[in-house]
T-cell receptor
Framework: DAGVIQSPRHEVTEMGQEVTLRCKPI?????LFWYRQTMMRGLELLIY????????DSGMPEDRFSAKMPNASFSTLKIQPSEPRDSAVYFC??????????????FGPGTRLTVL | GESVGLHLPTLSVQEGDNSIINCAYS??????FIWYKQESGKGPQFIID?????DKRQGQRVTVLLNKTVKHLSLQIAATQPGDSAVYFC????????FGAGTRLTVKP
């Protein structure tokens, strides 16, 4: 397996534009997580899905952020409209379980987002 | 995926020495803890985990110690190698997952 795949790796956009980040989890993993990492706030969990269903979105900063998982092999994180303070590295991770021995989360390489 | 910049605690050790990285967690109800390693330009990588009903767990060259009384977690790396240079951070889980700020480990040859 190629691991968790994210695209794009880098995104530069202007304030007010819509941004869509994409993630393909490891095949067979039932859980998918979206994280944001910044220098100021470190790594933050935004939302996670179980079997394509959003379970906990309490980390989503505001209504400008939305995430979907239309099927087991694809998820998107959308920011509309984007703002400079959204600039960060966004990680996607997946795991077999959320607790127990199979709870190891495998992270993708991240998308570095810069909003000008 | 650079994780952090200039304000992380740092630990510098000589190659071959043992490293100890510490983490204080906040929620006494947290029942599961994970240590992650993040190398420059990459996503975090799972190292080792421990449940709250344990106080020690060992892996290959790594040991995690949990002190619930003072809400403290530590990661010990034996015979530290240059490839261990990275940012390490702990995560606590009690329903949701919260990450610590991280510690930057630098291994000097």
């Amino acid at each position: 397996d190629a691991g968790v795949i994210q695209s794009p790796r880098h995104e530069v956009t202007e304030m007010g534009q819509e941004v869509t980040l994409r993630c393909k989890p490891i095949s067979g993993h039932d859980y998918l997580f979206w994280y944001r990492q910044t220098m100021m706030r470190g790594l933050e969990l935004l939302i996670y899905f179980n079997n394509n269903v959003p379970i906990d979105d309490s980390g989503m900063p505001e209504d400008r952020f939305s995430a979907k998982m239309p099927n087991a092999s694809f998820s998107t994180l959308k920011i509309q409209p984007s703002e400079p303070r959204d600039s960060a590295v966004y990680f996607c991770a997946s795991s077999l379980e959320i607790s127990g021995r199979d709870n190891e989360q495998f992270f993708g390489p991240g998308t570095r987002l810069t909003v000008l | 995926g650079e994780s952090v910049g200039l304000h992380l605690p740092t630990l510098s050790v000589q190659e071959g020495d043992n490293s100890i990285i510490n983490c204080a967690y906040s929620n006494s109800a947290s029942d599961y803890f994970i240590w992650y390693k993040q190398e420059s330009g990459k996503g975090p990588q799972f190292i080792i985990d421990i449940r709250s009903n344990m106080d020690k767990r060992q892996g290959q060259r790594v040991t995690v110690l949990l002190n619930k009384t003072v809400k403290h977690l530590s990661l010990q790396i034996a015979a530290t190698q240059p490839g261990d240079s990275a940012v390490y951070f702990c995560a606590e889980i009690s329903g949701d997952m919260r990450f610590g700020a991280g510690t930057r480990l630098t291994v000097k040859p």
